[in-house]
Each structure stands twice: as structure tokens, then as C-alpha cells.
């Protein structure tokens, strides 16, 4: 899969005459050309905003980006009427925080391990409920039955941690949390450009994701709203292109999706958005999933021997995890931000390194930080060596 790496400008660099070893797509992906490309033809080819205009450059730009939204739909398994664009997953988790107009009486389900875009809109809203993570950060699935009560009106997760790299038994979830007559939301942010996913088959009720983290730009995010669930949300913004009628004494939305994405919306990023999905569905995502779960594997095997190294999530199986491996390494008088700087400043090699924002599972795991590498498509099995060869020597 290294052959992919040509396709990324950004990986071509050089940082003080090393080449890069890029180890961070948890954070944020580097985009290929294909996706720079879209993006720059937007500006020099069409340029106009989406929905309004009626001349030639309007209807261009709507045409592509309503084409970005069947491009989303058909990764996932949607109807492009399912699809909701935002600006990230941060704002799709709090649209449905704010759309499902809960009190601070009712109860949202999840795990402790969860990213705080999906901690934060919840106790802002409502009381959260946590599943215990065990000594590995690995969330305690088998606990969610226990925690639903009569007051639980979601239950959410992580279909892959972004700290543990762990896939979660999300159809699981769904089919205990329904049983109660529960919604449920999934963060799909470190899944959607590691695995195949079909929001049907899973059965949940909203899903999220950033576009930042699968090859596309920045400013963009997906909601998946359930075609039935949109009953249950309410207006989250408001302004312009939402309305389909307004007066002095009153106003019609318009249908969902377009009531949910009021204002100039980033049409460019949805635009690069298509292009990056259009590539992952070019290459496979079964060949993109096997080549993810080789490379975690490698990562586990590499790294758990390091001396005093604490890997989280390392007994997991293989076919359990994406090529995401997180651990703690006691060197003297450096934190885990410290290492990461490290490797970068004199191997040119870039990871993670603090508390990911992810407080709450450090916190239980008595961690004060830990390293994050995460590999892709264009990584290979050098680029693990080089880092595991860097963190021996350190060590």
C-alpha cells in the first residue's frame, strides 16, 4: 500500500533533511492530490455558493456538492436525504445534544473512554452515565444493559477508540439499547477511513465523522440521521438557505437535511470531501481494513516489548483493532509530549503525544499522558520499524 504515499504532496516533504514518517492520522490525515485538486478547481471553476444561484457557475457548485452528499450516503450505506453536512463531528455530536431537547434529568449512556467531542455536548444537555473501562482502557461493552434506566434517552460510542485503536461490538449496542427503546448515536471519526461501514446493518440511529480524518479538508463534518429520526430533532441553526418560507408572524423550514445546515456551508471542503471518498472507494475499503489490521498488529508487536512500555489495549486480538496503537514509556524527565517532540525534532518521525482529548480515560488509567502512533494507506511496515528503532534507542 506505500505506493499511495506519491499521491499525498505533504508526505514528500522533508523535515531538516529527514524524510517524514508520518504517524498521526488519528489527528488528522494528509490529503492527497486528487483532493487538493477538487478543491482548487471549486475556486477557478465554479466559485459560486450552493442553493441560491440560478446562473451556470450556482448550478455547477450545487451540482457538485450535492454529488459530495451521494458520495458520503453510498460509503455508509445512506440515503443522501440521511445526510447532514457540519463543520465537524464536534458539531454533529451537539446538534443532536441540542436537537433532542433533553433536561438534566435524563440520561445519556457511553463509555469512559469516549473523545470528549463525544463527552462534552452530553453533560452539557443532560447526566452522563459511564460503562467502566478495565485496566487496558478497554470499555466493559457487557456493562451497558445495567446501565440503561427509564431516564437513559441515548446511548452513544466510539465505533474505534482514538486512544486504544479498539473496534467496538456497535451492533451489539444498538440491538441491547433498542431492546429498551433507546436511540443510538456512533462516532464513526476513527472508523469511517479504517473499515467498511453500513449504517443499516449496524442499525444505529445518527452517526458522525469529520472529514479532516478521512483525506478530505478541514471544516467539514457528517451527520447520518435515521430517515424517521428526524421527527425527534429540533432546529439547531438558523438563517439563511434553511428557510423555505418566512413572514413577519411566521416560517417553514425546509425539508431535512437542508433545515439542518443553515448559512454558507464550507462547499469547497464538501467538494474535497467527495474527491478523498471517491479514492478510498477506488482502493477498496475491505483491502484498506486488512491493510489497517496488519499494521496494528505490527504496531502491538513492535512496541509492547519495549522496556517499561504500557500499551493500551495490547491483548485485544488483531482483527479487533486498526492500525492505531497507543502506550505509556517511563523515560526520566519527559512526558509522553516530551517523546513526541523527540522523534519528530531528531527522527522526523510524527506521532501523539499527550492526553488526546480524552481526559477521562487517562485519568482512570492513572496515565499522565501516553503516545499515540497511527498508520494508514500510505504507511508501510518501515515506517513501524523506524519507529519502534527510535523508541529502543530512547529507552
Not at 492530490?33 to 441560491?52: F, L, P, Q, S
Not at 417553514?252 to 456551508?265: C, D, H, N, S, W
Not at 503516545?371 to 523508541?391: K, P, Q, V
Amino acid at each position: 500500500m506505500n505506493d499511495y504515499k506519491n499521491s499525498f504532496p505533504l508526505l514528500q516533504r522533508e523535515l531538516d533533511g529527514q524524510p517524514i514518517t508520518y504517524l498521526d492520522s488519528a489527528s488528522t490525515t494528509p490529503k492527497p492530490k486528487v483532493v487538493i485538486d477538487a478543491v482548487t478547481r471549486y475556486y477557478t471553476e465554479m466559485g459560486a455558493n450552493v442553493h441560491r444561484g440560478v446562473h451556470p457557475l450556482g448550478e455547477a457548485s450545487t451540482a457538485a456538492y450535492e454529488r459530495a452528499r451521494y458520495s458520503v450516503a453510498a460509503l455508509i450505506g445512506a440515503l443522501p436525504s440521511e445526510i447532514v453536512f457540519t463543520r465537524n463531528a464536534t458539531e454533529s455530536f451537539n446538534l443532536v445534544a441540542q436537537g433532542l431537547a433533553l433536561s438534566l434529568d435524563d440520561e445519556v449512556v457511553f463509555p469512559a473512554s469516549e473523545h470528549h467531542s463525544n463527552y462534552m455536548p452530553w453533560r452539557q444537555v443532560a447526566k452522563p452515565v459511564l460503562v467502566d473501562i478495565d485496566d487496558e482502557t478497554v470499555p466493559r461493552y457487557s456493562q451497558l444493559k445495567e446501565r440503561i434506566t427509564k431516564r437513559t434517552k441515548l446511548v452513544t460510542l466510539a465505533h474505534v477508540s482514538n486512544v486504544n485503536g479498539v473496534i467496538a461490538p456497535v451492533e451489539e449496542w444498538v440491538e441491547t439499547a433498542h431492546a429498551a427503546g433507546v436511540p443510538v448515536m456512533i462516532d464513526a471519526s476513527q472508523s469511517v477511513s479504517h473499515l467498511p461501514i453500513d449504517v443499516k446493518k449496524i442499525g444505529c440511529d445518527f452517526l458522525a465523522f469529520s472529514s479532516h480524518k478521512l483525506f478530505g479538508p478541514s471544516g467539514v463534518g457528517i451527520l447520518y440521521v435515521r430517515r424517521e429520526r428526524f421527527d425527534s430533532l429540533k432546529l439547531y441553526n438558523v438563517g439563511g438557505g434553511m428557510v423555505a418560507y418566512n413572514s413577519e408572524d411566521r416560517f417553514e423550514a425546509r425539508e431535512a437535511p437542508f433545515r439542518y445546515e443553515a448559512g454558507t456551508p464550507n462547499i469547497e471542503g464538501a467538494i474535497g470531501l467527495g474527491a478523498a471518498i471517491e479514492m478510498v472507494r477506488s482502493i477498496g475499503m475491505d483491502k484498506i481494513a486488512a491493510h489497517s489490521r496488519a499494521l496494528g498488529e505490527m504496531l502491538v508487536r513492535e512496541l509492547k516489548p519495549l522496556s517499561g512500555a504500557r500499551v493500551l489495549g495490547a491483548s485485544v486480538a488483531p482483527e479487533r483493532r486498526v492500525a492505531l496503537c497507543t502506550l505509556s514509556l517511563p523515560v526520566p524527565s519527559m512526558t509522553q509530549a516530551n517523546i513526541a517532540r523527540l522523534l519528530a525534532d531528531s527522527h522526523a518521525i510524527l506521532v501523539s503525544g499527550g492526553f488526546h482529548c480524552a481526559h477521562v480515560l487517562h485519568h482512570r488509567a492513572q496515565l499522565d499522558g501516553t503516545l499515540r502512533a497511527s498508520a494508514h494507506l500510505f504507511n508501510d511496515e518501515a515506517d513501524i520499524e523506524r519507529l519502534a528503532s527510535a523508541l529502543r534507542d530512547l529507552v
